[in-house]
C-alpha cells in the first residue's frame, strides 16, 4: 500500500486487502495469486464484505469485488466479475487486467474506448512527484512518460502500457521499475477508492485528507522514494557478491577438472647468475715457515704476509714457486 488507509473500509474487505500484504506488490500480480484471498472472496455475499445492510450502488459492490480480485492476483475473476459494473470503472478494470496479462493491443483497445477519467489528473500529479523524488531518469521512455504529464497534467495510460512492457521485459534499471511497481500500485488504490466510495455513498477521500495533510503526504512520498533506492543499492550489492561467489566456485569447479596427483606443469629453471671469473694467482712458500700458500698474480715483486706466522716478505717476480715446495 501506498496512501491507503484500510482503517477506512470495511473490516472484511481490509483483510482480504491484507492478506496480498501491506508492502508495495510486485510488477506482476498473477505471479503470486492469493488462494486464500480468492476463497475467502467466494465466501461472502456483498452484505458481509461491506459490512452493511445497503449498499447506495450494489453495481459498484461489483467493482469492488472485482478490484480485490485483480489486487490478489485473479485476473480473469476480476474480469468476469467487472463484467456487470458501470462504465468507465468496468472498463477502467478490465484495461488494468489486459495490462497486468500482456496483452497491450487489448488494453490499449480498452483504454481507448473509455476515454477520460476522474482519476486521472491526481494520478497525473502523483506521477510527476514520484519520478521527480526517484532522482535521474535514465531510460527515454520514462522520461518522455514525465514530459507528456508535465505539459498536459494528466494520466496517460497508452505510455504507461508501454512503459510497462519495458519492465516485463526487464529492460529498466532498478530505480525505474520501482517507479513503474509504485504508479500502478497508485493507480489501483485511486480506482478502488473511487469504487468503494461510489459503493457505499460515503467520501474516503475527505476523510483521509483530513486525516493525513498534505505535508504528511508529501513526506510519506519521500520516504517511499528513499526506500526504493535503498532497496536498489542493496540489490546491486546483492549483484557483486552473486558475481564474487560465481567466479569462486567456478575456479574451485576447474581446479577439481585436474587429475588427482597429476604432475604439476614443470616450470622452467631460473637463470643461473653468471659466475665472475677466477683471479690469476701464483705459489709462494714462507721464506720463515716455509707454509706454501696462493696470493693473487697481481703482488708478484710486491710485499705480502705469511697466512701462518705473519711474516712479511717479497713475492718472487719470476716463475713461481709451486705451494708446499721448501723445507717442511
Known sequence: ????????????????????GAQLPPLEWAERANEAAKRHLESLDDISLFGRTTLAKPDMGLAVRAMLYLWNGWLQDAVDTARPAPNPERQYLIGLCHRQAGQVSEAKAVFQAMGPHAIYSPLAQYAVETIRLMGVVKDKTLARFRQIMEFDPVWEPFAFIDL?????????????LEVV????????????????????????????AAQSPEVDRKRRLEKQARDAKKRSRQY????????KLEAAAASKAE???????????PQPPAAA????????????????????????????????????????????????????AGNP
Open 1 to 20: 500500500m501506498i496512501e491507503l488507509d484500510t482503517s477506512l473500509l470495511a473490516p472484511e474487505i481490509t483483510y482480504v486487502l491484507m492478506l496480498r
Open 164 to 176: 510497462y512492457e519495458l519492465a516485463r521485459a526487464q529492460k529498466l534499471d532498478r530505480i525505474n
Open 181 to 208: 511497481r509504485m504508479l500502478q500500485c497508485r493507480e489501483w488504490e485511486m480506482l478502488f477508492t473511487q469504487c468503494y466510495e461510489a459503493a457505499v455513498g460515503e467520501s474516503l477521500l475527505k476523510k483521509l
Open 236 to 243: 546491486a550489492l546483492d549483484e557483486m557478491q552473486k558475481q
Open 255 to 265: 581446479t577439481a577438472k585436474q587429475k588427482p596427483g597429476a604432475p604439476a606443469k
Open 273 to 324: 647468475k653468471p659466475k665472475a671469473p677466477p683471479v690469476p694467482s701464483v705459489g709462494v712458500v714462507c721464506p720463515t715457515c716455509a707454509h706454501g700458500q696462493r696470493v693473487p698474480e697481481s703482488l708478484r715483486g710486491k710485499p705480502t704476509r705469511c697466512g701462518r706466522c705473519g711474516a712479511s716478505y717479497r713475492v718472487p717476480a719470476g716463475k713461481p714457486v709451486a705451494p708446499g
